[in-house]
C-alpha cells in the first residue's frame, strides 16, 4: 500500500538556525497537510497545500514557516531561525481530495532544537 | 466552534476484554469523524471514518465505532482486546462544509492492554 514518507526521522538542529523538513506524499494524492505535535500535547493543524499554494494556515503557521513543493513528489516544510519551543514531532499528511476523504500520515520528524 | 472531546486520558483494559474509548464532538455543521490510532515513534493510522453514511462505522484490527447525533459521540469499541492495541487514540473532526479540510484531533487516549 502506498505510504506517506518523511525524512529525516529525527533532526537535531540549534537555535536560530534553519530546518527543512521533507516529505514524498502518495503520488496521486492532491492535498498535503502539515501537522505539529509538542511533547504530551495534542496533534495540531499547520497548514495545507493544494494546486501549488497554501489552501488554510492556523495560527501557528506564522512567518517563520513556509511550504513548498520543489518537484512533482516532495513536500517540504521550512521552519527559519527556529525557537526552543519548535521542538515537536512533525507530521506530514495527504488525501485524494476533500469530501472528508481521510489524510494518510506519515511517521514524521522529531525535530530537536538546542 | 468545532470540537472532539475524549473523556478518558488513559484506559486500562486486560487481555481479551472489550475496548471502550469515548468520544464527543460539537459541531455547527454534520461532522465527519475519524479514529487514528498511533503507535510509540509511528506515525498516524486511520482506523475508521464516518461521513454520513452508515452510523455504525467498521475498521480495521476489529475496531468499530457508532455515530450518535442525540448523544453527539463517536466512541470505539472492541469487543476483545490484543496487546498490540496497547497505543494512543485520537478522535478526530473535519468539517468540509467550511471549506476547509484539516483536521481536529481530540486529546488522545492512551490504551494500556494488560497481559
Known amino acids: 500500500e502506498p505510504e506517506v514518507t518523511q525524512t529525516p526521522s529525527h533532526q537535531v538542529t540549534q537555535m536560530g538556525q534553519e530546518v527543512i523538513l521533507r516529505c514524498v506524499p502518495i503520488s496521486n494524492h492532491l492535498y498535503f497537510y502539515w501537522y505539529r505535535q509538542i511533547l504530551g500535547q495534542k496533534v495540531e493543524f499547520l497548514v495545507s497545500?493544494?494546486?501549488?499554494?497554501?489552501?488554510?494556515k492556523s495560527e501557528i503557521f506564522d512567518d517563520q514557516f513556509s511550504v513548498e513543493r520543489p518537484d512533482g513528489s516532495n513536500f517540504t516544510l521550512k521552519i527559519r531561525s527556529t525557537k526552543l519551543e519548535d521542538s515537536a514531532m512533525y507530521f506530514c499528511?495527504?488525501?485524494?481530495?476533500?469530501?472528508?476523504?481521510?489524510?494518510?500520515f506519515g511517521d514524521g520528524t522529531r525535530l530537536s532544537i538546542l | 466552534a468545532q470540537s472532539v472531546t475524549q473523556l478518558d486520558s488513559h484506559v486500562s483494559v486486560s487481555e481479551g476484554t472489550p475496548v471502550l474509548l469515548r468520544c464527543n464532538y460539537s459541531?455547527?455543521?454534520?461532522?465527519?469523524l475519524f479514529w487514528y490510532v498511533q503507535h510509540p515513534n509511528k506515525g498516524l493510522q486511520l482506523l475508521l471514518k464516518y461521513t454520513s453514511a452508515a452510523t455504525l462505522v467498521k475498521g480495521i484490527n476489529g475496531f468499530e465505532a457508532e455515530f450518535k447525533k442525540s448523544e453527539t459521540s463517536f466512541h470505539l469499541t472492541k469487543p476483545s482486546a490484543h496487546m498490540s492495541d496497547a497505543a494512543e487514540y485520537f478522535c478526530?473532526?473535519?468539517?468540509?462544509?467550511?471549506?476547509?479540510?484539516?483536521?481536529?484531533f481530540g486529546t488522545g487516549t492512551r490504551l494500556t492492554v494488560i497481559p
Open positions: 478526530v473532526v473535519i468539517l468540509i462544509q467550511t471549506g476547509a479540510n484539516n483536521l481536529f
Open positions: 497545500f493544494y494546486n501549488n499554494e497554501i489552501s488554510e
Open positions: 499528511a495527504s488525501s485524494p481530495g476533500q469530501e472528508s476523504q481521510p489524510q494518510h
Open positions: 459541531s455547527s455543521y454534520s461532522p465527519s
